[in-house]
């Protein structure tokens, strides 16, 4: 698995990404990029805004066999789609070409807030 470094509290929405790996940087980069804007196609049915831009994207690991592990939470633990929306994940990113398996953890810790919000978010859902 490649070892991740953390760059939250530069850019609060920007999930972890690879530090080091067997896989070529410039088909990391690729990969990432793929996945996040994968991930922008998933949307919170109850906020005008996608999951990523929202921040409840935590972590994005790419390991060496290109199992893509995401980390992500919700803007509130009884969310009525918490059920689906790792399924809606799994189901974007997996189909982004060099992905060969996607692993979806929902995490509490820490408790997401509006900080993580990029600035689009924030205009979209008028917390600005």
Do not use: H
């Amino acid at each position: 698995m490649t070892e991740m470094t953390d760059q939250a509290e530069s850019f609060p929405n920007q999930p972890e990404t690879a530090a080091g790996s067997t896989i070529a940087p410039a088909e990391i980069e690729r990969l990432t990029d793929d996945i996040i804007a994968a991930l922008k196609t998933v949307y919170d049915p109850e906020i005008p805004a996608d999951i990523y831009e929202l921040g409840l994207i935590y972590r994005i690991d790419i390991d060496d066999d290109r199992l893509v592990t995401i980390d992500m939470t919700l803007t509130a633990p009884g969310c009525p789609v918490a059920g689906e929306m790792p399924g809606w994940v799994a189901n974007a990113v997996g189909v982004v070409p060099g992905v060969y398996d996607v692993k979806v953890n929902m995490v509490f810790d820490p408790p997401w807030t509006p900080d993580r919000m990029s600035e689009e978010a924030q205009v979209a859902t008028d917390w600005y």
